[in-house]
């Protein structure tokens, strides 16, 4: 079992930045592929980066390619996203979520664990 709780959502002015983490519990946290995905109201959930258990594989969706970094620390077993040049159209709630894949998955189906969520809202 694995149990993820996000932090560091929050409003923001577009062209800002935030930095949301994840951290998870359990002692396996280093076999999991971690990814991120967020979903604004009325529209589906979309991935928006996902991170080998390594940290040696990346992918982002290419709404965010050049603006969002992925990374993790193993030690700590936390996930994080760094968002920059935040635009009003990433305002959504964000969650994290764990699979038992070798690869990085870029679909909701094979995630197996996913914490709350929490809001981020880019102001105009």
């Known amino acids: 079992q694995v149990q993820l709780v996000e932090s560091g959502g929050g409003l923001v002015q577009a062209g800002g930045s935030l930095r949301l983490s994840c951290a998870a519990s359990?002692?396996?946290?280093?076999?999991?592929?971690m990814g991120w995905f967020r979903q604004a109201p009325g529209k589906n959930r979309e991935f928006v980066a996902g991170?080998?258990?390594?940290?040696?594989?990346?992918s982002y969706a290419d709404s965010v390619k050049g603006r969002f970094t992925i990374s993790r620390d193993n030690a700590k077993n936390t996930v994080y996203l760094q968002m920059s040049s935040l635009k009003p159209e990433d305002t959504a709630v964000y969650s994290c979520?764990?699979?038992?894949?070798?690869?990085?998955?870029?679909?909701?189906?094979?995630?197996?664990?996913w914490g709350q969520g929490t809001q981020v809202t880019v102001s105009s």
């Open positions: 979520a764990a699979a038992r894949t070798f690869l990085v998955v870029t679909t909701p189906t094979p995630y197996d664990y």
């Open positions: 359990g002692r396996t946290f280093s076999r999991y592929t």
């Open positions: 991170i080998s258990w390594s940290g040696g594989s990346t």
